[in-house]
C-alpha cells in the first residue's frame, strides 16, 4: 500500500486502543468521544488531501527508499522543491483544517532524524541510519500517521534534567536490553499521538556529558503498554462535550487544537527503532534541525493558513453588518494580509535557501534565519491578527448567544431582531462564533508557544546575524574610518 | 535503491486456527517483553489481568489469557494486540515467530 484513504485510515483508528484519559474520564474508542474525534477527524482529512489530484504536487512526494508515491508527511525532503511543497504542504492542510496537521510535528521531526542519523552513522559507525530508513520505509510502506513528541515536562527550569527532584520530568533510560530499551518519563504539549499510529521521541534540548539517559530518540506505537495520554480540557472541551450539535461549535468538525500529556512508565522500544540512545553531543544538533524545519512549516506557513481564514471571517462580519466599505475596516484587512503574507514569504524564502544539511547526507533543510524570521514574525502578528479580527467582529465576538437560541420559540423572534443587520442574525452568529474561535480561543497562545516561543527564535537570530557587517556597511556610507 | 529488510511475520494461533500478521522489525520483542514483563497486550490495556500466565523460547511465545475462552475470542484478543503493534494481517510469507494463545 502506498497512499492510504481517510477511510481506510478512520478503519484503522477504529482498531486502535491507546490508554486515553480526557475531561475526568478513560476513552475507549477516540470516536466516540466528541472532543478526541475532531483530532482523529483533522487527521483522516489529511489523507483526504491526498488523494485529491488537484493537491498531488502538495501532498504526494516519492520516497527516497523506494521510488514510491508516499504522503509527504513522510517525506525526508532531498531538494529545494521537496522543501517548498511542504510548506505549501502546512498552508494548505491550515487552510483545510483550521487546526493542527497531526502529522506535522512527526514529518520535521523524521526529517531531523534523517540528517542526524546519517551524521552518527558516519561520526561514530552506529546504525542509526539504517534503523531509521527501516522504520522509515515500514511507515511509508503503510502510510502511517506519524507524530511527534518533543517537549519534555522539564522540572524546575533552574536544574539539569539529571538534578531534577522528579526524574520522569525529562524522558530517560530505565534500562537496555539486549533486544531494546526500557524509557519512562513525561512529554507534554503533545499533539496528536493519541490519533497517530506511531509517535517519534526527541530529545527536548541539548544535553551535556554525564546527561546520556537522557538522550533518546525514537518511534513508539500508540498503543504501546506503559503509555498514558491525559488530554488537554478547557472551555473549548467542555462546549464540545456537552453540545447538543457541533455544528453550532466555530470549528465543527475539527476542533480546537487538541494535545496530550504523554506518559512513559517502563515502555519497551525494541533496538529496531531507537535513533540514539546516549549520544548527548548529537540531541542539540537533532533539536535544532527539528526546530529548523518546524519553525518554517509550522511556525511560518500553517498560521498564514489560519490567517487567511480568520481574514475570510473577519470580512464576512464586516459585509453582514454593512461595513466592508468604510476605509479603517479595509486598512486593518490589508494589515491583517500584510502580517500574514510576510510569514508566508519568510517561509517560502527559508525553503528556497534551503540546502543540504549535512553536506553529503541527502537530507535538505530550510534556511535557519527566514525560519525564524517566519516563526518570529507570526508570533506577533498573529496576536495582532486576532485583534482585528476581534475589533471588526465586534463584541458579539465573544457576547453572542447560543445559536440553537434562533430556533427556541420564545427568545429567537427576539434574537433575530436583535442581530438581523445587512444579513441575517443567523449569519451574524455563526460568523461571530467563527471568529471567537479564534480571537478567544486557544490559537493565540498555541502560536506564540508552538515551534518554540519567540525567545528562542530571538536567540537563533541573534547567533546567526552578522551585525559587524551590518555596522561596517553603516560606516562606509557614513565616511566613517576603521579603528 | 536500497533494499532494506524491514519486516517480520508472526503466526499467531488459538487451537486450530491460525492467522499470518507482517510487522516493524522488534515487533515480537515487544510483545515477549510486555507479556512477560508486563502481563500486557499492545492496545488491550481495559482488559485487567488478561495474561495469566507466559513462556517464551527462542521465537515462541505462548500466553494463557484469564478465563475459559473459545479459540474464536482468543484470535480476536490477538488481532487487537497485534494491529495496535502496527502489524496487520497477510495472507503469505513464511513466519519467522509464533504465538500460541489459550
Request: hydrophobic share 40%; with cysteine; glycine share 8%.
Amino acid at each position: 500500500m502506498a497512499l492510504k484513504t481517510a477511510k481506510e485510515y478512520l478503519d484503522s483508528m477504529k482498531k486502535l486502543s491507546p490508554h486515553v484519559y480526557c475531561g475526568g474520564k478513560w476513552v475507549k474508542n477516540l470516536l466516540n468521544n466528541k472532543v478526541t474525534r475532531s483530532m482523529v477527524m483533522a487527521n483522516a482529512e489529511m489523507y483526504a488531501l491526498a488523494e485529491d489530484p488537484k493537491n498531488k504536487e502538495v501532498m504526494v512526494a516519492t520516497s527516497h527508499l523506494t521510488g514510491e508515491p508516499i504522503n509527504r508527511n513522510l517525506n525526508v525532503a532531498r531538494n529545494i522543491h521537496d522543501l517548498d511543497m511542504r510548506q505549501e504542504m502546512a498552508l494548505l492542510t491550515s487552510q483545510t483544517v483550521g487546526t493542527c496537521n497531526y502529522r506535522c510535528v512527526g514529518c520535521d521531526a523524521l526529517n531531523s532524524l534523517a540528517a542526524t542519523t546519517w551524521e552518527m552513522d558516519r561520526d561514530l559507525g552506529t546504525k542509526y541510519n539504517e534503523n531509521f530508513n527501516k522504520w522509515l520505509k515500514y511507515a511509508q510502506d503503510n502510510d502511517l500517521a506519524v507524530s511527534g513528541a518533543i517537549t519534555d515536562a522539564k522540572g524546575d527550569r533552574k536544574k539539569r534534567p539529571s538534578e531534577q527532584q522528579e526524574p520522569d520530568t525529562f524522558v530517560h533510560l530505565v534500562e537496555k536490553r539486549q533486544d531494546g530499551i526500557v524509557v519512562r518519563g513525561i512529554k507534554v504539549s503533545q499533539s496528536g499521538a493519541i490519533g497517530s499510529h506511531e509517535t517519534l521521541v526527541l530529545p527536548g534540548g541539548a544535553l551535556r556529558e554525564g546527561e546520556e539517559a537522557f538522550a533518546l530518540a525514537f518511534a513508539v506505537q500508540n498503543s504501546a503498554p506503559g503509555i498514558t495520554y491525559i488530554c488537554q480540557y478547557n472551555a473549548y472541551s467542555a462546549e464540545r462535550e456537552f453540545c447538543e450539535e457541533e455544528s453550532e461549535l466555530g470549528n465543527p468538525i475539527y476542533g480546537q487544537r487538541e494535545t496530550s500529556t504523554m506518559v512513559f512508565e517502563n515502555v519497551f522500544i525494541p533496538w529496531e527503532r531507537v535513533f540514539l540512545c546516549g549520544e548527548t553531543k548529537y540531541c542539540g544538533r537533532m533539536v535544532t534541525r527539528f526546530a529548523k524545519a518546524h519553525r518554517m512549516n509550522c511556525g511560518g506557513a500553517c498560521k498564514v493558513g489560519f490567517a487567511d481564514l480568520i481574514i475570510g471571517g473577519t470580512m464576512l462580519a464586516a459585509e453582514y453588518i454593512g461595513v466592508e466599505k468604510v476605509p479603517h475596516i479595509q486598512e486593518k484587512i490589508i494589515d491583517m494580509v500584510r502580517l500574514s503574507e510576510t510569514s508566508h514569504a519568510c517561509a517560502i524564502a527559508a525553503a528556497m535557501r534551503g540546502r543540504e544539511e549535512p553536506k553529503g547526507s541527502g537530507v535538505f533543510l530550510p534556511d535557519d534565519l527566514f525560519g525564524n524570521a517566519a516563526k518570529l514574525n507570526i508570533a506577533h502578528g498573529f496576536w495582532e491578527i486576532i485583534k482585528n479580527a476581534g475589533d471588526i467582529g465586534g463584541g458579539l465576538v465573544v457576547t453572542a448567544p447560543k445559536l440553537k437560541d434562533l430556533e427556541n420559540p420564545e427568545v429567537g423572534p427576539m434574537l433575530k431582531k436583535a442581530f438581523a443587520s445587512a444579513a441575517p442574525a443567523e449569519k451574524r452568529l455563526k460568523v461571530a462564533k467563527f471568529l471567537q474561535h479564534w480571537a478567544a480561543g486557544l490559537h493565540g497562545a498555541g502560536t506564540w508557544h508552538g515551534a518554540g516561543a519567540p525567545q528562542t527564535q530571538r536567540f537563533m537570530i541573534s547567533v546567526l546575524t552578522n551585525f559587524d557587517a551590518k555596522k561596517k556597511m553603516a560606516k562606509k556610507i557614513m565616511g566613517m574610518k576603521e579603528e | 535503491m536500497a533494499q532494506f529488510d524491514t519486516d517480520e511475520i508472526i503466526k499467531v494461533k488459538a487451537g486450530k486456527l491460525s492467522r499470518n500478521y507482517k510487522g516493524y522489525k522488534g515487533t515480537f520483542a515487544t510483545l515477549v517483553y510486555n507479556s512477560i514483563h508486563k502481563k500486557a497486550l499492545p492496545g488491550l490495556y481495559y482488559e485487567k489481568d488478561l495474561v495469566i500466565d507466559v513462556e517464551h523460547e527462542s521465537n515462541t511465545l505462548s500466553v494463557t489469557f484469564s478465563g475459559n475462552r473459545p479459540e474464536k475470542a482468543l484470535m480476536d484478543i490477538m488481532d487487537i494486540a497485534l494491529e495496535n503493534a502496527s502489524a496487520f494481517p497477510v495472507e503469505a510469507g513464511k513466519a519467522h515467530f509464533s504465538i500460541n494463545v489459550k
